[in-house]
């Protein structure tokens, strides 16, 4: 089973796709953590040869889960893909969470991805890039793109999920676990 986990910025697919890869027991992915360097050094967008490398080498297993939506990324991604999901939460669900994440984040202060020194800060919350404003900002843009994405004909072999509520993610994720288990069952020892 691989599985991309898509949706607008705040829309929960980092705790999709932790939740789902301990339930199905799949390695999991997050492409910010592959993304982002030491001093928020934008791979993507700055050395897109290395983070499509680290993609590549992330994807290279049988058995995963992706959460992100970098453009550089999707052709990969889901070009060995087995499933997508799509976070198509209400604006007003992603804006809470987004807000509720940004100010635990920077509270705490604790390092986002290890080894890169990159926190979350207060004082960033009203850059243009901030997650916050890159949600509002993104969203309507990112609803369409999704939607033209799941009617493309190269994702017709793709097993897709669109959840356009979050007390629809939980049912999934045991939907996905049972399938897990089919493909890959626990043999339990002998003796």
């Known amino acids: 089973m691989r599985v991309v986990v898509i949706g607008s ?112 800060l207060f004082r960033r919350w009203f850059h243009p890039e901030h997650p916050i404003r890159w949600a509002w900002d993104t969203f309507n843009r990112r609803r369409m793109q999704y939607e033209a994405l799941f009617s493309e004909p190269r994702l017709e072999g793709l097993v897709k999920h669109r959840l356009r509520h979050p007390r629809e993610a939980e049912p999934l994720i045991a939907k996905l676990a049972a399938e897990a288990c089919l493909e890959s069952p626990v043999i339990p020892p002998v003796g």
Do not use: Q
């Not at 290890?114 to 979350?120: A, F, I, K, Q, S």
């Open 9 to 120: 910025s705040g829309s929960g697919k980092s705790t999709f796709g932790r939740r789902l890869s301990a339930a199905c027991d799949l390695t999991r992915i997050e492409l910010d953590a592959l993304n982002w360097g030491p001093g928020w050094f934008d791979r993507s967008n700055k050395d897109p040869e290395d983070f499509v490398r680290r993609v590549d080498g992330a994807i290279a297993a049988e058995r995963w889960v992706v959460d992100g939506n970098y453009r550089l990324a999707m052709t990969r991604t889901l070009s060995r893909a087995t499933h997508i999901v799509w976070l198509d939460y209400p604006r007003a669900v992603v804006m809470r969470r987004v807000i509720w994440r940004s100010f635990n984040r920077a509270a705490g202060g604790r390092e986002l991805w290890p080894g890169t020194g990159n926190r979350e």
